[in-house]
């Protein structure tokens, strides 16, 4: 039987042979009216502390949600990552899984920069050479990618928003 591979023409115009709409799913490429929560699989040797409702639930105590979040349109419970604890690619925050063991080892330069976040929320911390040992426990590790990783992924998200070309958040790290 012989198949048909060349696609209609209609009105003088060559129609499309697939179906090219954009899957209102994909919020890397689609707007979405508000914002959306998507769990990932954490990938192997780690686990989501985080669930859908807990995130909702913080986003509730967050003051001017409307201003923060205008733009965004997803926020993704990611894979974990040896490298970081979250990033922000255009319109989506995304916050990685946490490593399956709780107990995690830094320098102490990184050590030294989250000092005031590890103090409030009360993380045990060991030096053992030229590393500190963190004891978390599975409250402290959910408070600081809600307070910590959650809060500055929005701010950057937030800054790319108010620059004047919205392509990249233009003010960095500090």
């Given at each position: ?49 985080l ?40 319109g ?8 399956v063991?709780?107990?995690d ?32 426990t ?12 959650f ?24």
């Open positions: 039987m012989h198949r048909r591979s060349a696609p209609n023409v209609k009105a003088g115009k060559v129609q499309k042979q697939n179906n090219w709409a954009l899957d209102p799913g994909d919020y890397y490429r689609v707007p979405q009216l508000l914002p959306v929560v998507d769990r990932r699989r954490p990938g192997r040797g780690y686990r989501h502390l669930r859908r409702g807990d995130v909702e639930r913080f986003i509730e105590l967050l003051p001017e949600w409307d201003e923060l979040s205008r733009g965004l349109d997803a926020l993704v419970l990611a894979p974990g990552s040896h490298y970081r604890y979250g990033y922000h690619r255009n989506v925050v995304h916050v990685c899984a946490w490593p063991h709780l107990w080892t830094t320098d102490v330069a990184s050590y030294e920069r989250d000092r005031p976040m590890l103090e409030r929320l009360s993380v045990p911390a060991e030096r053992r050479g030229r590393e500190i040992l963190l004891r978390w599975m409250p402290t590790a959910r408070a600081f990618q809600l307070l910590d990783v809060l500055h992924e929005l701010g950057h998200h937030h800054d790319q928003m108010t620059t004047r070309s919205r392509r990249e958040a233009a003010r960095g790290e500090p």
